[in-house]
């Protein structure tokens, strides 16, 4: 798979772990998005494994770089990925 930087500009402001292995995610645009983890717990178990748990996936949190979210091993989504099939939802529900 080939990997090109992400860079317009956009940050993670909020996350906020939801139901059924979605997390909900702010951005500095304003853009609020609900994300679901769910195909990478399908794509690559062995890696997404802890992710499972209900207690790991509350733990997730805003990379350092700022761009993306992350789990506490290391498991992260890119952040045009993030971004880019985040559905959106009313930040006012």
Do not use: K
């Amino acid at each position: 798979m080939c990997s090109r930087e992400w860079d317009i500009g956009l940050d993670v402001v909020a996350v906020c772990a939801d139901a059924n292995h979605t997390v909900v995610v702010t951005w500095t645009d304003g853009f609020v998005g609900r994300f679901d983890v769910a195909s990478y717990l399908e794509h690559c178990p062995a890696l997404w494994q802890h992710v499972l748990d209900a207690g790991y996936f509350q733990q997730v949190r805003i990379a350092e770089t700022g761009d993306t979210i992350e789990w506490p091993e290391g498991q992260d989504v890119a952040p045009e990925t993030l971004y880019e099939q985040a559905i959106p939802i009313d930040a006012a529900r």
